[in-house]
């Protein structure tokens, strides 16, 4: 019986490259692609994966928001999370928020299936690069230091990557079925919580922390 895939990824190149290094494997079923968080939501609800695999950089709704909506709504469903970045902020996001997985786009040609056959067999997987950041994170002379968005609650994060991918308050209220009003009060508390005055440095902190892509 294959492995039932999707993957979600904005870098169209990228993800052309893994449809078809994908489609080549005999025990693997690539079922839908998507380019943003939002449609690998509905992929998932209407298809019914195995496996979503997530760039944690997409627009709309980025990987660790849309894995922790779909841990919580499929907890059958294994994610693993694909990324520009090994930093161990990124890898502990996204292990807290129920990826079972973690591979780096630039080994992705030779690490995904690995991860991908993996955590369908109900194992954790963390490319190298992904495994040294976790390791470094708990020695003793390492602390864990978690991202500050933890700070942010679910929708003040959502407002936030919105905004710093240039959205203005009232699209953002229609995308999230809000009030003008609202998007208001919530970028005013993402500021004072973050201690950040302009939506530049907004927009350079939701990059910095892997909640929209450069």
Request: aromatic share 2%; net charge positive.
């Amino acid at each position: 019986m294959s492995i039932r895939v999707i993957l979600a990824d904005d870098h169209r190149l990228l993800l052309d490259a893994l449809r078809a290094m994908l489609e080549k494997e005999p025990d693997i079923e690539l079922v839908g692609t998507a380019s943003d968080g939002r449609t690998a939501l509905e992929l998932v609800r209407n298809l019914e994966p195995d496996v979503a695999v997530l760039d944690i950089g997409m627009p709309g709704l980025n990987g660790i928001e849309a894995t922790a909506r779909l841990r919580a709504r499929h907890p059958g469903l294994k994610v693993i999370a694909l990324s520009g970045y090994s930093d161990k902020r990124f890898v502990l996001e996204m292990l807290k928020a129920g990826a079972a997985g973690y591979v780096t786009k630039a080994v992705a040609a030779t690490e995904l299936l690995r991860a991908i056959r993996a955590v369908a067999n109900g194992q954790s997987y963390l490319c190298p690069e992904a495994a040294s950041a976790v390791i470094s994170d708990v020695t003793p002379d390492s602390p864990r230091r978690l991202a500050p968005a933890g700070r942010l609650g679910r929708r003040e994060r959502e407002v936030l990557q919105l905004l710093a991918e240039g959205e203005r308050s009232p699209s953002i209220a229609a995308r999230l079925h809000i009030s003008v009003a609202t998007v208001e009060v919530h970028r005013r508390n993402i500021m004072r919580k973050l201690n950040l005055h302009s939506i530049a440095e907004l927009t350079k902190y939701a990059i910095r922390e892997g909640l929209t892509a450069p």
